[in-house]
Nanobody, 121 residues
Framework: HVQLVESGGGSVQAGGSLSLSCAAG????????MGWFRQRPGKDREGLAV????????TYADSVKGRFTISRDNAKNTVYLQMNSLKPEDTAMYYC???????????????WGQGTQVTVS
């Protein structure tokens, strides 16, 4: 049973921080890669950070490099996204996803959560 549940979104002022969580079902977490994506109003969904579960290798989009950090807790089947120095342009619906290939493009990920809204003012 594929299951991804995001939490932790909300509203924050520019310069602030938020931490998102993605709890995965055990079957989903055994996929090789977990990623965080976002979709801003009127924009395509974009990859932000990808984590290879097996080795903890991470990659980041240039737009969030140095500000966002992806991490995991294997005991909890959970992946996190720590977001610091948030900007108004970070306002978006944020999604976690699971897949076999650790690429940044959304189409490599067949399993998605329902999303959590982040608003930066």
């Amino acid at each position: 049973h594929v299951q991804l549940v995001e939490s932790g979104g909300g509203s924050v002022q520019a310069g602030g921080s938020l931490s998102l969580s993605c709890a995965a079902g055990r079957y989903t977490y055994k996929r090789n890669c977990m990623g965080w994506f976002r979709q801003r109003p009127g924009k395509d969904r974009e990859g932000l950070a990808v984590l290879w579960i097996g080795g903890a290798t991470t990659t980041y989009a240039d737009s969030v490099k140095g500000r966002f950090t992806i991490s995991r807790d294997n005991a909890k089947n959970t992946v996190y996204l720590q977001m610091n120095s948030l900007k108004p342009e970070d306002t978006a619906m944020y999604y976690c996803a699971a897949g076999t290939y650790c690429y940044g493009a959304p189409h490599y990920y067949p399993y998605w959560g329902q999303g959590t809204q982040v608003t930066v003012s």
